[in-house]
């Protein structure tokens, strides 16, 4: 069973930088593409950033040029770099193992139960 644990969130001020951590257990890690996911209050989950597991990526055009995506597959973590942080990031972060992984279009058909999330917090 996938189990998925992400860390790093917290309050952040416009401008600022975090970084997101997510551990995942129950599967084959490095055969898997892996994604960010995010939702805000009263809005649906989106997809923020994805990676394969050849480590091609894709993002979000939200995102793109500040949030950076990677992975370690020694320690099955999945990580999300986010620099120059706006208002607009304010939500809760969940990480997701992926069947189907696209460079162009993003990752979806999430394999097993969502961890918890992170909460994001960007004020102005």
């Known amino acids: 069973q996938v189990q998925l644990e992400e860390s790093g969130g917290g309050s952040v001020q416009a401008g600022g930088s975090a970084r997101l951590s997510c551990t995942a257990s129950?599967?084959?890690?490095?055969?898997?593409?892996m994604g960010w996911f995010r939702q805000a209050p009263g809005k649906e989950r989106e997809g923020v950033s994805c990676?394969?597991?050849?480590?091609?990526?894709w993002y979000a055009d939200s995102v793109k040029g500040r949030f950076t995506i990677s992975r370690d597959n020694a320690k099955n973590t999945l990580y999300l770099q986010m620099n120059s942080l706006k208002p607009e990031d304010t939500a809760m972060y969940y990480c997701?193992?992926?069947?189907?992984?696209?460079?162009?279009?993003?990752?979806?058909?999430?394999?097993?139960?969502w961890g918890k999330g992170t909460q994001v917090t960007v004020s102005s």
């Open positions: 129950g599967l084959s890690f490095d055969a898997y593409s």
């Open positions: 997701a193992a992926v069947r189907t992984f696209s460079s162009v279009r993003g990752c979806w058909d999430v394999d097993g139960d």
């Open positions: 990676i394969g597991f050849d480590r091609n990526t």
